[in-house]
């Protein structure tokens, strides 16, 4: 059973890691493009220092044209002013880069994770070891994992992925508001959208207890409200339908005459269940319908009497279920 869930945990850890390297691989390449234009806007352009050069030359050959005094001559050569960069192109550089940071941050350390859990599972299931010896060592390491937060450290990872679309969106917005505002206007209000589809999506889970939508950033709410405690509660409160609902499902995923067998032989059992597991068990068996109910046990009986691979025995122990 351990070894089991080990290899669940190992799993479900790797899939995490493939699909945020294979994100972070994408949306890294995007920034990186970007940045490739923008970050030339950080240093003096050399085509500008010759203009203004040139400019001056030219100037220079008017003036000694027009045979212009000497006093209106510079007698020391112009020098063009302290390059500076824009204010907006140093905001959108720094988010651009601290954005592609974190992303590749965050592939590397999904490879660790990886490795991580290849080595778990090569420590942990060593076919030398005895059996004592592994259920130690395994117990040794999965102390290990619990008290150093690894699964805190996987959690963070779509965080700081997150984070780092914020800070490449921001910096965009920034980017468009400086060049077009015709573009600006058209992007802002599609992320404006996706922002509020996220802060619904974060929320969802506070409105509906049975949300299955979340983000990562729904983490910073559970340090507040006990969520699983919630859901407790709406689940008891809501301990009669469910009750029903989980009957109905069975009932409609049993396959074969075998399954339906078990179904009908647990049915005594189920209706005698006490208050405190199931209310009302006679209403909840009924959700299914008296209708489908009969007929299911009617084309059950049926197929059953009309087998020859079913044994007497069997046909008999069916009838008294039914």
């Given amino acids: 059973m351990t070894e089991e869930e080990d290899n669940k945990m190992a799993e479900r850890w790797q899939k995490d890691a493939e699909g945020i390297i294979i994100f972070t691989g ?55 002013d302290p390059f500076s960069p824009p204010k907006y192109s140093i905001w959108v550089n720094s988010f651009w880069f601290l954005s592609l940071v974190i992303s590749l941050t ?18 942990t299931q060593r076919p030398r070891y005895s059996p004592h010896e592994q259920a130690r060592i395994r117990a040794f390491f999965a102390e290990g994992v619990d008290k150093l937060q690894l699964s805190w450290a996987v959690e ?6 997150h984070m780092s679309v914020f800070l490449f969106f921001a910096g965009l917005l920034i980017y468009l508001f400086n060049v077009n505002h015709t573009v600006f206007k058209a992007v802002v209000w599609s992320i404006a959208v996706s922002g509020v ?43 009669s339908d469910l009750d029903g609902q989980v009957l109905k499902w069975i009932f409609d995923t049993v396959v074969g005459d075998h399954e339906l067998a078990q179904f009908f032989e647990n049915i005594p059992g189920f209706c005698r269940s ?41 046909k008999i122990r069916r009838l008294v279920a039914c």
């Fill in 26 to 80: 994408l949306f890294s390449a995007a920034v990186a493009a970007l940045l490739a234009v923008t970050v030339a806007d950080l240093k003096p352009n050399s085509q500008d220092t010759s203009a203004f050069y040139l400019k001056k030359m030219y100037e220079l050959q008017v003036l000694v044209d027009t045979n212009a005094s000497r006093s209106s001559i510079p007698s020391t050569p112009a020098q063009p």
């Fill in 106 to 123: 965050c592939a590397m350390v999904a490879t660790l994770l990886q490795q991580w859990a290849r080595r778990y599972l090569r420590i």
């Fill in 156 to 161: 963070a990872l779509p965080t700081l992925i």
């Fill in 197 to 239: 589809a996220y802060l619904f999506i974060t929320l969802m889970p506070l409105l509906r207890r049975e949300s299955p939508y979340y983000t990562p950033l729904f983490s910073i709410i559970e340090l507040l409200w006990d969520m699983e405690e919630l859901a407790e509660n709406a689940v008891r409160k809501r301990a």
């Fill in 274 to 314: 006490s208050p405190s597991v199931v209310d009302e068990p006679l209403d909840r068996l009924y959700t299914l319908g008296k209708d489908k109910l009969s007929q299911a046990v009617t084309k059950f009986l049926e197929r059953t009497w009309s087998s020859n691979f079913v044994s007497d025995s069997d």
